[in-house]
Nanobody, 127 residues
């Protein structure tokens, strides 16, 4: 069992930055690939970024590539999403997810492959 708690969301002007954090509790954090997804009102949940179990591979949605950076600290059971050059279209609830069977790009993109989810943190970008 893994519990995930996101933090760091808030209101920011377009062009600004935010850093989301996800704290994981439970065993074997380093066995899980970690992902960030987001969902805007009236829209489907979408993949944002993912990182492999040891942090050696990262994946990004085209819409955030070059602006967002995912990282993890297995010693602290933490995963981060640094978001720069924010746009109004980045406004959404952001969710952290953990998947023990996630290996490779196709699985990393797929929400159904993740086993545990946080409660979400709201990011609002004003234009």
């Amino acid at each position: 069992q893994v519990q995930l708690v996101e933090s760091g969301g808030g209101l920011v002007q377009a062009g600004g930055s935010l850093r989301l954090s996800c704290a994981a509790s439970g065993r074997s954090f380093s066995s899980y690939a970690m992902g960030w997804f987001r969902q805007a009102p009236g829209k489907a949940r979408e993949f944002v970024a993912a990182i492999s179990q040891n942090g050696g591979r990262t994946y990004y949605a085209d819409s955030v590539k070059g602006r967002f950076t995912i990282s993890r600290d297995n010693a602290k059971n933490m995963v981060y999403l640094q978001m720069n050059a924010l746009k109004s279209e980045d406004t959404a609830a952001y969710y952290c997810a953990a998947g023990i069977r996630v290996y490779g790009l196709v699985q990393a993109l797929t929400a159904e492959e993740y086993d545990y989810w946080g409660q979400g943190t709201q990011v609002t970008v004003s234009s």
